[in-house]
Nanobody, 123 residues
């Protein structure tokens, strides 16, 4: 059974940084794409960032470009999201996602979801 387990959320002041991690486990599980979504109170879940198995194949929502960096350790089946220059509007539950097929598929409906981790940015 595949599991995605997030960690690293918390409370931070505006302008600060946080690093989220997501470890994927499961027998022979090797997703092509891994990424992050977020959902703020009263809003729909939105795409944040995704990364393919190859280094360099990373994509970001316009709202986080230049502030967030996604990376991946294929050997550990772990994806990271380094968040810097955080703003109050980044406050949300952040969800890890994984897809066996492609980044496009992940962005439109991934195969697997994590449980989510809360990120709160105070002003």
């Amino acid at each position: 059974q595949v599991q995605l387990v997030e960690s690293g959320g918390g409370l931070v002041q505006a302008g600060g940084s946080l690093r989220l991690s997501c470890a994927a486990s499961g027998r022979t599980f090797s997703p092509y794409a891994m990424g992050w979504f977020r959902q703020a109170p009263g809003k729909e879940r939105e795409f944040v960032a995704a990364i393919g198995r190859r280094a360099g194949a990373a994509y970001y929502a316009d709202s986080v470009k230049g502030r967030f960096t996604i990376s991946r350790d294929n050997a550990k089946n772990t994806v990271y999201l380094q968040m810097s220059s955080l703003k109050p509007e980044d406050t949300a539950v952040y969800y890890c996602a994984a897809d066996l097929t492609s980044i496009t598929k992940l962005a439109n409906g991934p195969d697997y979801w994590g449980q989510g981790t809360q990120v709160t940015v105070s002003s």
